[in-house]
């Protein structure tokens, strides 16, 4: 079997705003057709584009985030193509100097480490949508398509990798790792679904002799699922074409989500030509070291230095940090969570059992979750005081999440008395227990009871009537002396 | 009263004391367009009634005792690749026949806000592709010095209308010459800023790094006034340089006592047009008059090379902006069976001969190995011969040189010898390569009354200095009077 | 080195395609003496270019402010449908990408 060799070109959807050269609202989703658009991103005669502040910002926050350098000599080129949802016949992209270059992501598959190395991450206009009507939704024999610009010119920032990889785990590793650090950076929110991560991958087989066979593109992988099922179809595809003596056509193909193929576009690599040249009409972008100093300074803590901290110094185990700071969101509930005075384990315990299940019932992200993370907090100290046992707390919890109470009102709305019950007001329990069983009282207080059983079915009785609220041990011993 | 003599400024201070009015202005000058531009075929299209309006608001103003700005009631023009409000602007192409933008380019917007009148747009070469103003589809424009000349080009109407007395000044467009060259051959003063002077938003573009706005004016005053109203920073342009620009007019006054002067040698002579020969020395002597020191000065590289890299850069850029023509959001349209048909088709009927041509030209040296062996050494060429000019102006202040080395073409000679024209181009596209400011300036006339002008040009953002310098000269060699148009009957063919 | 490149027959096909551009085949010899002729203005160029010079790059006094990442609607939208050659309700309509045969007529993502 030969090793696959995989390289990623990950489209990020960057979290402007605008549009990457226009004034156009980003917020295109659900948008009427053709409503998000103005005379530059219509490629209307004499206007010219004028770039986003903020879009720059966040590729260099990104870049940075991948340990690229930053340039400080960057530029747009044109890339040339007529089709319809390009409406300048040109797109505006990053060719010969990216804004970031050299970077490297570090990604766990197969229970080890592995450094996937970045080549770039450039900057560049999106194009627009087509919508092809036919009737049975196969795309054959429309006769004329329909064109909306709402998402033309949004802002992308394309992550470049190198062919690093060699499983389908290590490209989720490395699709998963880089959507943490988009999220993270606020840079995207790095959604498949939504179309605001995109991937592109490139396969090839690397022969027994070390040589890499020919490169194939794989376009229109739009889940992690699929993804791992175009690379599984891909690579066996390949083995084959290969077994049987056969030649690969480095070429595109297109991923069929239903039949579960890959199939050939037309090929056109060799007739195309996207004569890329300098665009002029944008004054270079001046990224000096000065302005990458002060968003270095401004990043936030990476999701891997955080993982590092939660191990060192909260004392969790590897997975429990990975699961904790897989989310920002989640991370910062858990410290809060921390902070509130509850023991790292306790709340680590209780973020991935109890909460979790909880949003996962109530099918909800955790930055939506109804419980406050230092309510939380105080909860588990109070099982920690003994206040509360294990079982009421998660009940109290329930009660928090679908309230919306803080601790002390739901521990009420449970009816839960707060505190041990203990001394007098575990004898007036006693008491009323005894009276509502007068024949095992008379059977232990004649000596009858040789082997305890009767004892015991009481102590059980006043355990029940305290909720769990008592001390077993204290109760032995109260049910004992008041039965003599 | 004649006011089509009058000049920008004259007719801003009659407007502004109450001598006359703005709509009087316009009148005069609509009526002398309307009875004499079918000699000349100048405009492509009047806006009398915005026009009108535009006029009424500044008597209104001045009325009401409000500044009616620096251009109160100067009627203007604009080539016809000036985007205007509510204004069809066709660049003189079937392509865009019909297209009326619903923006003013921010140059027509600043003419605007000064208080001057668009009356209308000026014929030009199709998408300012040409020399000679007879690419247009509304037919050539005619030289008013000489109806059996071209008027030059591309920006030819503006050129021949201000000449013509049709209005004291129009704008035109300038990514070789376009301009200057035209100026000369109508004998009125153009002038291309340096890049990044002007914004050049709303002008529908050639190439990117080389077209830039330029005034075309009967006198020096004038065109100084109009680099005041126009050059300025731009939220719409970044490549528009936001530095603070001195006050052009201020420094029109400044004279040119104890500058050098260079005067450029070193280039054939011989085949150029004797006059114009004569006319470089005459302005070199017009400058020691006025106190300059004159030396001599060689641009070797940029001689030898100026035009192939002007074609490289303008034609590569030139099929790129021109690409955004398809046929489906606006301009012309033709039916197709698919996509691709469509494009073709459109871009097929929409574009004339020259246009498609340059097309043709400038994809293919974008293409692979082309584009590494044509249009990348271009581009370190350019850089050269801005170094060049660079250095030369480490020690001079000016340089005078030829605008073109022909007197105005006969008509048709583009069918003939279009290599000629091309190369037409070799004194004036090096101002563009390298970003320069540059004035066409008109240094008399010849004995059978064509025009003879001279080049100007200065170092980057050096744009004030050089108007002192062409008003200095100007104030030796006179400005161009209005061409008598009226006299000469119909076309002389 | 001076590296004379000659455009060809094919080599124009090729560019009339990637530029949009149709032209009768009657046309041909004389776009191509056109275009050759550019390019021998051309040839001399290649001489001069040094590895240590830059390609053109504009010396800026002050650049202009970049954009502000905030949004500005446009009211013209419904201009812009209504003059495109062909409007379809909220859409610019063309004609057909997808062939049939089920490739796209030019394919891009």
Same mark, same amino acid.
């Given at each position: 079997? &030969?090793?696959?060799?995989?390289?990623?070109?990950?489209?990020?959807?960057?979290?402007?705003?605008?549009?990457?050269?226009?004034?156009?609202?980003?917020?295109?989703?659900?948008?009427?057709? *053709?409503?998000?658009?103005?005379?530059?991103?219509?490629?209307?005669?004499?206007?010219?584009?004028?770039?986003?502040?903020?879009?720059?910002?966040?590729?260099?926050?990104?870049?940075?985030?991948?340990?690229?350098?930053?340039?400080?000599?960057?530029?747009?080129?044109?890339?040339?193509?007529?089709?319809?949802?390009?409406?300048?016949?040109?797109?505006?992209?990053?060719?010969?100097?990216?804004?970031?270059?050299?970077?490297?992501?570090?990604?766990?598959?197969?229970?080890?480490?592995?450094?996937?190395?970045?080549?770039?991450?450039?900057?560049?206009?999106?194009?627009?949508?087509?919508?092809?009507?036919?009737?049975?939704?196969?795309?054959?024999?429309?006769?004329?398509?329909?064109?909306?610009? *709402?998402?033309?010119?949004?802002?992308?920032?394309?992550?470049?990798?190198?062919?690093?990889?060699?499983?389908?785990?290590?490209?989720?590793?490395?699709?998963?790792?880089?959507?943490?650090?988009?999220?993270?950076?606020?840079?995207?929110?790095?959604?498949?679904?939504?179309?605001?991560?995109?991937?592109?991958?490139?396969?090839?087989?690397?022969?027994?002799?070390?040589?890499?066979?020919?490169?194939?593109?794989?376009?229109?992988?739009?889940?992690?699922?699929?993804?791992?099922?175009?690379?599984?179809?891909?690579?066996?595809?390949?083995?084959?074409?290969?077994?049987?003596?056969?030649?690969?056509?480095?070429?595109?193909?297109?991923?069929?989500?239903?039949?579960?193929?890959?199939?050939?576009?037309? =090929?056109?690599?060799?007739?195309?030509?996207?004569?890329?040249?300098?665009?002029?009409?944008?004054?270079?972008?001046?990224?000096?070291?000065?302005?990458?100093?002060?968003?270095?300074?401004?990043?936030?803590?990476?999701?891997?230095?955080?993982?590092?901290?939660?191990? &060192?110094?909260?004392?969790?185990?590897?997975?429990?940090?990975?699961?904790?700071?897989?989310?920002?969101?989640?991370?910062?509930?858990?410290?809060?969570?921390? =902070?509130?005075?509850?023991?790292?384990?306790?709340?680590? *315990?209780?973020?991935?059992?109890?909460?979790?299940?909880?949003?996962?019932?109530?099918?909800?992200?955790?930055?939506?979750?109804?419980?406050?993370?230092?309510?939380?907090?105080?909860?588990?100290?109070?099982?920690?005081?003994?206040?509360?046992? *294990?079982?009421?707390?998660?009940?109290?919890?329930?009660?928090?999440?679908?309230?919306?109470?803080?601790?002390?009102?739901?521990?009420?709305?449970?009816?839960?008395?707060?505190?041990?019950?203990?001394?007098?007001?575990?004898?007036?329990?006693?008491?009323?227990?005894?009276?509502?069983?007068?024949?095992?009282?008379?059977?232990?207080?004649?000596?009858?009871?040789?082997?305890?059983?009767?004892?015991?079915?009481?102590?059980?009785?006043?355990?029940?009537?305290? &909720?769990?609220?008592?001390?077993?041990?204290?109760?032995? =011993?109260?049910?004992?002396?008041?039965?003599? | 009263?004649?006011?089509?003599?009058?000049?920008?400024?004259?007719?801003?201070?009659?407007?502004?004391?109450?001598?006359?009015?703005?709509?009087?202005?316009?009148?005069?000058?609509?009526?002398?367009?309307?009875?004499?531009?079918?000699?000349?075929?100048?405009?492509?299209?009047?806006?009398?009634?915005?026009?009108?309006?535009?006029?009424?608001?500044?008597?209104?103003?001045?009325?009401?005792?409000?500044?009616?700005?620096?251009?109160?009631?100067?009627?203007?023009?604009?080539?016809?690749?000036?985007?205007?409000?509510?204004?069809?602007?066709?660049?003189?192409?079937?392509?865009?026949?019909?297209?009326?933008?619903?923006?003013?380019?921010?140059?027509?917007?600043?003419?605007?806000?000064?208080?001057?009148?668009?009356?209308?747009?000026? %014929?030009?070469?199709?998408?300012?592709?040409?020399?000679?103003?007879?690419?247009?589809?509304?037919?050539?424009?005619? %030289?008013?010095?000489?109806?059996?000349?071209?008027?030059?080009?591309?920006?030819?109407?503006?050129?021949?209308?201000?000449?013509?007395?049709?209005?004291?000044?129009?704008?035109?467009?300038?990514?070789?010459?376009?301009?200057?060259?035209?100026?000369?051959?109508?004998?009125?003063?153009?002038?291309?800023?340096?890049?990044?002077?002007?914004?050049?938003?709303?002008?529908?573009?050639?190439?990117?790094?080389?077209?830039?706005?330029?005034?075309?004016?009967?006198?020096?005053?004038?065109?100084?006034?109009?680099?005041?109203?126009?050059?300025?920073?731009?939220?719409?342009?970044?490549?528009?340089?936001?530095?603070?620009?001195?006050?052009?007019?201020?420094?029109?006054?400044?004279?040119?006592?104890?500058?050098?002067?260079?005067?450029?040698?070193?280039?054939?002579?011989?085949?150029?047009?004797?006059?114009?020969?004569?006319?470089?020395?005459?302005?070199?002597?017009?400058? @020691?008059?006025?106190?300059?020191?004159?030396?001599?000065?060689?641009?070797?590289?940029?001689?030898?090379?100026?035009?192939?890299?002007?074609?490289?850069?303008?034609?590569?850029?030139?099929?790129?902006?021109?690409?955004?023509?398809?046929?489906? @959001?606006?301009?012309?349209?033709?039916?197709?069976? %698919?996509?691709?048909?469509?494009?073709?088709?459109?871009?097929?009927?929409?574009?004339?001969?020259?246009?498609?041509?340059?097309?043709?030209?400038?994809?293919?040296?974008?293409? @692979?190995?082309?584009?590494?062996?044509?249009?990348?050494?271009?581009?370190?060429?350019?850089?050269?011969?801005?170094?060049?000019?660079?250095?030369?102006?480490?020690?001079?202040?000016?340089?005078?040189?030829?605008?073109?080395?022909?007197?105005?073409? @006969?008509?048709?000679?583009?069918?003939?010898?279009?290599?000629?024209?091309?190369?037409?181009?070799?004194?004036?596209?090096?101002?563009?390569?390298?970003?320069?400011?540059?004035?066409?300036?008109?240094?008399?006339?010849?004995?059978?009354?064509?025009?003879? %002008?001279?080049?100007?040009?200065?170092?980057?953002?050096?744009?004030?200095?050089?108007?002192?310098?062409?008003?200095?000269?100007?104030?030796?060699?006179?400005?161009?009077?209005?061409?008598?148009?009226?006299?000469?009957?119909?076309?002389?063919? | 080195?001076?590296?004379?490149?000659?455009?060809?027959?094919?080599?124009?096909?090729?560019?009339?395609?990637?530029?949009?551009? +149709?032209?009768?085949?009657?046309?041909?010899?004389?776009?191509?003496?056109?275009?050759?002729?550019?390019?021998?203005?051309?040839?001399?160029?290649?001489?001069?270019? +040094?590895?240590?010079?830059?390609?053109?790059?504009?010396?800026?006094?002050?650049?202009?402010?970049?954009?502000?990442?905030?949004?500005?609607?446009?009211?013209?939208?419904?201009?812009?449908?209504?003059?495109?050659?062909?409007?379809?309700?909220?859409?610019?309509?063309?004609?057909?990408?997808?062939?049939?045969? +089920?490739?796209?007529?030019?394919?891009?993502?």
């Amino acid at each position: 079997m &030969r090793e696959p060799v995989v390289g990623l070109e990950i489209h990020l959807q960057l979290k402007t705003k605008t549009k990457l050269f226009c004034s156009c609202s980003s917020d295109y989703i659900g948008a009427t057709p *053709n409503t998000n658009v103005c005379p530059v991103c219509l490629a209307i005669p004499g206007t010219l584009p004028i770039l986003n502040d903020h879009a720059v910002e966040l590729a260099v926050k990104m870049g940075l985030g991948l340990h690229c350098s930053i340039s400080d000599n960057t530029r747009f080129h044109r890339k040339h193509y007529f089709y319809a949802d390009l409406p300048k016949a040109y797109q505006i992209t990053q060719y010969e100097h990216p804004i970031a270059v050299g970077g490297y992501v570090d990604i766990a598959a197969g229970g080890k480490t592995k450094r996937i190395r970045v080549h770039h991450l450039h900057l560049e206009e999106d194009a627009g949508k087509l919508v092809h009507p036919t009737s049975d939704g196969r795309l054959t024999g429309a006769s004329y398509s329909l064109v909306d610009y *709402n998402r033309g010119g949004m802002p992308l920032s394309e992550i470049v990798s190198e062919p690093d990889m060699n499983s389908a785990e290590e490209v989720l590793a490395y699709i998963t790792q880089i959507r943490q650090l988009a999220r993270y950076l606020d840079v995207s929110d790095g959604e498949m679904e939504s179309g605001s991560l995109r991937v592109d991958v490139n396969i090839s087989l690397r022969n027994d002799d070390g040589s890499l066979g020919t490169r194939v593109e794989i376009k229109n992988v739009n889940s992690l699922r699929s993804i791992e099922r175009a690379l599984g179809y891909e690579i066996a595809r390949q083995n084959k074409v290969l077994d049987e003596g056969g030649c690969l056509v480095r070429e595109t193909r297109l991923w069929d989500d239903v039949a579960g193929v890959t199939r050939s576009m037309r =090929s056109k690599e060799g007739e195309r030509d996207y004569r890329y040249y300098v665009e002029m009409d944008l004054a270079p972008i001046s990224a000096g070291p000065e302005y990458v100093e002060e968003i270095r300074k401004s990043l936030p803590e990476m999701p891997w230095e955080k993982r590092e901290r939660f191990i &060192r110094d909260h004392s969790l185990s590897e997975e429990e940090a990975a699961q904790l700071t897989e989310q920002k969101e989640t991370a910062d509930y858990f410290e809060e969570c921390v =902070s509130a005075g509850a023991p790292a384990a306790k709340c680590a *315990n209780w973020m991935r059992m109890e909460v979790q299940r909880l949003l996962h019932e109530m099918d909800l992200p955790i930055e939506k979750f109804p419980v406050k993370a230092s309510e939380l907090g105080k909860l588990i100290v109070r099982v920690e005081k003994r206040e509360l046992s *294990n079982t009421q707390a998660k009940d109290v919890l329930a009660v928090m999440a679908e309230k919306e109470l803080p601790v002390d009102e739901a521990i009420k709305a449970c009816g839960v008395s707060c505190g041990k019950i203990t001394g007098p007001a575990l004898e007036e329990i006693i008491k009323k227990v005894f009276a509502g069983e007068p024949e095992a009282v008379e059977t232990v207080r004649a000596g009858n009871d040789k082997k305890g059983a009767k004892v015991k079915f009481l102590q059980g009785l006043v355990m029940r009537e305290t &909720r769990g609220s008592a001390d077993p041990a204290e109760v032995a =011993s109260l049910v004992n002396s008041m039965l003599k | 009263m004649e006011f089509h003599k009058l000049s920008a400024l004259e007719i801003a201070e009659g407007v502004k004391n109450g001598k006359w009015k703005a709509s009087e202005v316009l009148s005069a000058h609509l009526e002398r367009i309307r009875k004499y531009d079918g000699r000349i075929n100048s405009v492509v299209t009047l806006s009398e009634e915005s026009a009108r309006k535009e006029a009424e608001a500044v008597d209104r103003a001045v009325a009401e005792g409000r500044d009616p700005g620096r251009f109160a009631g100067v009627p203007f023009l604009a080539k016809d690749n000036f985007c205007t409000e509510g204004i069809r602007t066709t660049c003189c192409s079937k392509m865009l026949e019909d297209w009326i933008p619903d923006y003013d380019a921010t140059a027509i917007k600043r003419m605007k806000e000064a208080g001057a009148v668009l009356m209308g747009k000026t %014929n030009m070469d199709e998408f300012a592709m040409g020399s000679t103003t007879e690419s247009s589809i509304f037919g050539p424009t005619l %030289n008013p010095r000489d109806f059996g000349r071209v008027p030059g080009g591309s920006s030819g109407g503006s050129a021949a209308a201000v000449a013509a007395g049709f209005a004291p000044l129009a704008l035109g467009s300038d990514t070789g010459g376009s301009v200057r060259q035209p100026s000369a051959f109508c004998g009125v003063q153009g002038m291309k800023p340096s890049y990044g002077q002007i914004s050049r938003y709303g002008i529908v573009a050639y190439a990117s790094s080389l077209d830039q706005v330029g005034p075309i004016t009967r006198n020096m005053k004038d065109m100084a006034a109009a680099m005041d109203v126009l050059a300025g920073a731009d939220p719409n342009d970044t490549t528009c340089d936001a530095y603070e620009r001195p006050s052009f007019s201020d420094a029109v006054l400044s004279g040119i006592k104890g500058k050098k002067v260079a005067v450029l040698t070193g280039f054939d002579s011989e085949s150029m047009d004797r006059p114009l020969v004569e006319a470089i020395d005459r302005a070199a002597e017009y400058c @020691r008059a006025a106190g300059a020191e004159i030396v001599k000065a060689k641009l070797p590289i940029t001689m030898k090379h100026a035009v192939a890299c002007y074609y490289m850069v303008a034609l590569g850029d030139a099929s790129s902006k021109l690409a955004c023509y398809d046929g489906m @959001r606006y301009g012309h349209h033709a039916d197709g069976r %698919n996509l691709m048909e469509m494009y073709k088709r459109s871009r097929n009927e929409g574009f004339g001969k020259e246009v498609r041509k340059r097309i043709l030209i400038g994809t293919c040296i974008l293409t @692979r190995g082309y584009y590494d062996n044509y249009y990348v050494p271009a581009t370190k060429v350019r850089q050269m011969i801005a170094d060049e000019y660079a250095e030369l102006f480490r020690n001079v202040d000016a340089l005078i040189c030829p605008i073109s080395p022909a007197l105005p073409y @006969r008509k048709g000679l583009v069918e003939e010898d279009p290599v000629r024209i091309y190369l037409g181009d070799a004194f004036s596209s090096a101002a563009n390569l390298a970003g320069l400011p540059s004035i066409s300036l008109n240094v008399g006339f010849t004995e059978d009354g064509l025009p003879t %002008n001279v080049q100007l040009m200065g170092p980057r953002f050096g744009d004030a200095g050089l108007l002192a310098l062409a008003q200095a000269i100007e104030n030796e060699a006179g400005s161009p009077a209005v061409a008598d148009i009226e006299k000469k009957g119909g076309c002389e063919e | 080195m001076i590296k004379k490149m000659v455009m060809d027959e094919e080599r124009l096909r090729e560019v009339l395609s990637f530029s949009c551009i +149709g032209l009768p085949e009657e046309e041909y010899p004389e776009v191509l003496d056109r275009v050759n002729a550019v390019l021998r203005m051309c040839d001399e160029m290649q001489e001069l270019v +040094g590895s240590d010079v830059r390609p053109f790059e504009w010396d800026v006094i002050k650049s202009p402010a970049r954009r502000k990442d905030i949004p500005v609607a446009w009211d013209g939208r419904d201009r812009m449908l209504d003059r495109a050659p062909v409007r379809d309700g909220d859409f610019f309509r063309v004609p057909r990408i997808i062939a049939k045969d +089920g490739t796209e007529e030019e394919e891009e993502e």
